[in-house]
């Protein structure tokens, strides 16, 4: 199997520190002004330094930076609380390659920090402090019942991020197993044949394409993919073929073949319970 290690962007971390900026104005969107939010987001590598993005990105962590030491100066819990949110969210600010260069589950420890920095900056601020406490209240809980709603469904969500991000190629497999799901196999062929011209050399668009083959009876044409994704070992441990390909010699009743494709499974995953239950 290939575990892919992943990469800087352009292999430069120069290039990466331009990513890392560049991200800042989205998570402060997130936190301050959660209006349209994503389980997926893709983020261009930054040519140079003085894209738009990459500036303001920038601009805000020279802020905060300044305001922190001012608040060094002049409040120690106001400095802890600050240093708590930039701690905490840097192990997940892509300074070490992730594959998901942002996403707003990265945020929920930070978030922590800003609450409490709000909440302590409001109290200090007699009945100033209570209003912006309790629009902001009004605010976030809008926001999060409307979020939601959103997540009454997997067909529901990812149906939104798609408009939200219609070139992803993740979410276009997603779609396409959501509507394979539910037996609705033109779609769901659409969506992951959608997904492979947006990126031919993804991983899982072979792998989707596949189960779909597979659902839908034709046998040989899904085995033809996992032989040929073995053959070439485009495959990591836990999304390795073997399985699928033991189930389908299975029904097939190829017994021996099968057989040796479980045990390949149990190999790489030793606590495979559907393959010893195979």
Known sequence: PV???VKY??????TNIFVMLKVVPL?????FAPLNLSVEHIVKTPA???EVPVVLGFLMAAIFLVLSSYAYKKSKTAFFWMMFSAITFLPTSNIIPMQNIVAERYLY????GVCVLCGWLCSRSSKVGYIIVGCAFVFFSTTTILRNLDW??????????LKQVPNSPGINITMGLIYAKYKNYPKGFEYVDRALKLDPKLLDGQGALALI???TGEYDRAVEIYEKTIAEKKYTIHKAPFLNLGIIYKIKKQYQKAAENFNRTIELNPLSSVAYAH
């Open 3 to 5: 575990e892919e290690l």
């Open 213 to 215: 083959y597979q659902d």
């Open 152 to 161: 009454r469904s997997d067909f529901i969500l990812y149906s939104k991020t």
């Open 27 to 31: 998570y402060l969107i997130a936190i």
């Open 109 to 112: 420890l930070p978030l922590i």
């Open 9 to 14: 962007p352009n292999d430069s971390f120069i």
């Open 48 to 50: 140079c330094f003085f």
